[in-house]
């Protein structure tokens, strides 16, 4: 989940959280043959896929033994990058940037097919009427570089000058905006999207390729090429029983919703929002055209790395602004996917 969704859950349930994470998954160091995942945050819907796999024993069935790693503060690039995880939950951003500059990590699974933020305002604010509003106006942001050169280039093709006032607050978004701390910010649609509407602070939503801007993956699967490269035949067992806990989340998203809870339990105090947002998910943001979850395209990940690139965000292993466009095509791989149905 990103950063704005994580303070959205208490530090009790990320403890909680933790403890029983290792408790049903083992807790190897990856020496014995362990596959260790990296989790991004405290459980959430963006990790149903994984949690049904787990609870559906599809990881056992495959000959793995998984441990699926508690969120600590260390970028989750970071963690498989050094070897200490060898698959970890990542954005399509911060995949880009870790690879560029110099990361051994690569894409080989996305379970959101899209965006799944956009730009929110309180759903009362009627001098903003789409981005081009949001010039002149205080955004909430978390101090991504990425995130921000988004906004501004979404407020330009609506017609503004993509000129706003930043503040990095230590609150949840939406409550940011309510309290009057900021006029807009990016919210997690289906997270803080519906918790927002079930504590009767209604936002409304400007969404990025209505106005022009490329789509992208919303997370992504990273893992560390060398032990990929080292472990073919255990990475594809991996990968496709990881598939296969996310077409299943996507295909019946109350019984996976189920499974997350049943993995975790106590660590979500509105049960009720997990079945909704994984519903919304499912719905919406899981699937492609075919009804498939997991499978990346070139063209995807050239519209939105490519314009991390061209706003000069991107630097090589020396520190340096890269000169020359990646290769978007060594940034993520298929190749350890099931094959379509």
């Known amino acids: 989940m990103s950063a704005r969704a994580r303070r959205l859950l208490t530090a009790l349930a990320a403890a909680v959280v933790a403890s029983s ?21 405290s459980p959430n819907t963006n990790h149903t896929g994984l949690f049904v796999a787990q609870q559906r024993g599809w990881f056992e069935e495959a000959g793995l033994d998984v441990e699926i790693l508690p969120y600590n503060n260390t970028a989750v690039d970071t963690i498989v990058d050094a ?6 939950i990542s954005t399509h951003n911060s995949s880009t940037f870790s690879r560029a500059s110099g990361a051994h990590t690569i894409s080989v699974f996305a ?12 759903a009362d604010r009627r001098d903003i009427t789409s981005p081009k509003d949001l010039d ?5 942001g978390f101090g991504d570089p990425g995130e921000e050169k988004t906004l501004e280039q979404v407020i330009r093709n609506d017609g503004g000058t993509g000129e706003f006032t930043s503040v990095t607050l230590g609150t949840s978004a939406y409550e940011a905006v309510y ?6 910010t990016v919210s997690y649609l289906a997270w803080e999207g519906i918790e927002a509407e079930h504590r009767g602070t209604p936002m409304r939503y400007f969404h990025y390729t209505d106005f022009g801007f490329p789509e992208a993956y919303a997370i992504v699967v990273d893992a560390n090429e060398d032990w990929l490269a080292d472990n073919p035949d255990r990475a594809a067992a991996f990968v496709t029983a990881l598939q296969r806990g996310y077409q299943a989340a996507a295909d019946d998203p109350d019984a996976a919703a189920r499974d997350l809870l049943a993995a975790n339990p106590g660590a ?7 079945f909704e947002s994984q519903r919304l998910l ?3 943001y899981m699937k492609d055209a075919d009804g498939r979850v997991g499978r990346q395209t070139l063209e995807q990940w050239a519209g939105n790395s ?36």
């Not at 490519?306 to 340096?320: C, E, K, M, V």
């Open 21 to 41: 994470a290792i408790t049903a998954c083992g807790s190897g160091a990856g020496s014995d043959g362990t596959i260790r995942f990296a989790l991004d945050w």
């Open 83 to 88: 070897g200490n995880a060898e698959f970890g």
């Open 111 to 122: 379970p959101l097919q899209k965006w799944a933020t956009g730009i929110g305002v309180r």
């Open 136 to 140: 002149g106006k205080t955004y909430a």
């Open 179 to 184: 309290s009057g701390q900021a006029d807009f």
């Open 268 to 274: 979500f105090n509105d049960e009720q929002l997990v």
């Open 282 to 284: 499912a719905g919406q």
């Open 306 to 341: 490519g314009f991390l690139y061209r706003s000069g965000l991107l630097t090589g292993p020396d520190g340096a602004p890269l000169t020359t466009e990646p290769d978007w095509s060594t940034y993520f791989t298929n190749d350890y996917l099931d094959t379509p149905r």
